[in-house]
Nanobody, 114 residues
């Protein structure tokens, strides 16, 4: 059974940092490109960052230079280090990957106060 479990969200002041984690189980983690997505109230879900099995990364323009995605294959975990947070980063953050279908975690709330 495939499971993605996110953690690390919370309330932080603007300019602060958070580190999100997503622990995967039930898959051969090293095979897949993993992504972090977010959805703010009233907005569509958007891709924030992704990391391939080989470690290549890409980022949404809005987070470049502030967020860093990484993965630990031994722990089957993908991380999102978020620095210099802004109120507009407030959203529910989800990790996900695609196999025969899309798999999503339950999400973790990030709230950035001004």
């Amino acid at each position: 059974q495939v499971q993605l479990v996110e953690s690390g969200g919370g309330l932080v002041q603007a300019g602060g940092s958070l580190r999100l984690s997503c622990a995967a189980s039930g898959i051969i983690f090293s095979f897949y490109t993993m992504g972090w997505h977010r959805q703010a109230p009233g907005k569509q879900r958007e891709l924030v960052a992704a990391i391939t099995s080989g470690g290549s990364t890409n980022y949404a323009d809005s987070v470049k230079g502030r967020f860093t995605i990484s993965r630990d294959k031994a722990k089957s975990t993908v991380y999102l280090q978020m620095n210099s947070l802004k109120p507009e980063d407030t959203a529910v953050y989800y990790c996900a990957f695609t196999s025969v279908r899309d798999y999503w975690g339950q999400g973790t709330q990030v709230t950035v106060s001004s």
